[in-house]
């Protein structure tokens, strides 16, 4: 997520998406040389007016069929790892969104928080190293483009409480318990 790279795939104007079933419904991927935007549905431009507008692809391909090379096989190889049992395989695939400083800082700050162990948002706040500035850390969240590889879903009220997620409350509360539940 560093401000001087640009990605915009492998000729400059492509990206790739793929769709993969999970048990929480399909989960969409699409990438260039990082993971520009992911989330629960099977409908690219879903994902695709959540990118950068200096980010978004000029053209979106299918990935190949067979083996998907590059961040996109990462990618995947992730999200099915990440429903194996390895809650902190998506934190490892390289991840591009651009917004500003506080933004990109409080994108950050969400792949470091780990599984099994969600923070409330005045906690995620203090973490991104403006205590008083929650309401910014909650937009951080609901702007959050690549779902699962930035956790925002780890990111729950003061009470306890789901809070917002873009793709449900349902899926939401099926991320944290089963993360709660993975050693």
């Not at 299918?62 to 990618?75: D, I, K, R, T």
């Not at 409480?161 to 318990?177: C, D, I, M, Q, V």
Request: charged letters at 20%.
């Amino acid at each position: 997520m560093t401000r001087s790279q640009p990605d915009r795939g492998a000729d400059g104007l492509t990206a790739f998406v793929a769709t993969a079933p999970t048990p929480d419904g399909p989960f969409t991927i699409i990438a260039g040389s990082h993971v520009l935007a992911s989330g629960w549905t099977a409908d690219p431009a879903d994902l695709l007016r959540l990118i950068h507008p200096r980010l978004r692809p000029e053209r979106l391909d299918e990935a190949p069929s067979g083996s998907v090379p590059g961040v996109l096989g990462q990618a995947i190889s992730a999200l099915e790892a990440y429903y194996d049992g390895e809650p902190g395989a998506p934190g490892q695939v390289p991840v591009l969104q651009r917004s500003g400083p506080f933004r990109e800082r409080a994108w950050e700050v969400l792949r470091g928080i780990g599984p099994g162990h969600p923070v409330s948002y005045a906690e995620y706040a203090a973490l991104c190293g403006s205590p008083r500035a929650v309401r910014a850390a909650a937009g951080a969240c609901a702007f959050n483009a690549a779902a699962l590889f930035v956790p925002c879903h780890r990111v729950t009220r003061a009470d306890g409480s789901l809070g917002g997620f873009r793709y449900g409350p349902a899926t939401k509360e099926s991320l944290l318990a089963r993360e709660a539940a993975m050693p």
